[in-house]
């Protein structure tokens, strides 16, 4: 099986999905975030605080690498993977791409806790919202390099999971 990338902005359910979507297809999960985690042996605060963004994007990018030359496994990755354009043709080459959305009141909802995100609590001036919404903003049309986009906001992780297999069977990813 090809491989079958998670994209999107924070807060869009990538690792809840990627778990249970993996368990479902009886393949490898791996979540980027937590990968580089247990790599770097610190949290992503940390390595943002110590190490500082560009660091931890060239951890992200050498993750990328070695994820993208594998097959038979749903990745999940971090919300600002795509920023890098290296990294979306690595994902293009290895498999299929799909972007989990979510209206801002959702991502709000469930990005509330501060000192877990530092993009966000740097990009949040006192107002969560408006820093949610500058982002998404700025990275819209990164996510619409996905094959597939899927609003999760008013749906649960199972039937997320549900159209997502729909639509891998669909491009023949799966067999029906
Ligand atoms: C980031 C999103 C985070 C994590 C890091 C940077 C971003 O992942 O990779 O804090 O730039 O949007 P999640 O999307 O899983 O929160």
Redesign the pocket.
């Known amino acids: 099986m090809k491989n079958v990338i998670l994209i999107?902005?924070?807060?869009?359910g990538?690792?809840s999905t990627g778990k249970m979507l993996a368990s479902k297809l009886g393949c490898a999960f791996m979540?980027?975030?937590q990968k580089?985690e247990e790599e770097a042996g610190m949290r992503?605060?940390e390595i943002?605080a110590q190490q500082g963004?560009d660091y931890?994007r060239q951890l992200?990018r050498g993750l990328v690498e070695r994820l993208s030359a594998r097959r038979n496994a749903v990745i999940?990755?971090?919300?600002?993977?795509v920023?890098n354009p290296a990294n979306v043709a690595s994902f293009k080459k290895s498999g299929i791409i799909i972007c989990l959305s979510a209206s801002v009141d959702a991502v709000l909802e469930r990005?509330m806790r501060h000192g877990?995100?530092?993009?966000?609590d740097r990009a949040d001036q006192g107002d969560r919202r408006k820093a949610v919404e500058m982002?998404m903003e700025e990275?819209k049309d990164l996510y619409k390099q996905a094959d597939f986009t899927i609003d999760t906001s008013e749906l649960s992780p199972l039937q997320v999971v549900e159209t997502i297999v729909r639509y891998l069977k669909t491009r023949g990813v799966l067999h029906a």
Do not use: N, Q
């Open positions: 999107g902005f924070m807060g869009t990538k690792t979540d980027m975030d580089i992503i605060p943002f963004e931890f992200e999940s990755t971090g919300g600002g993977t920023k990005t877990t995100r530092p993009v966000l982002l990275r």
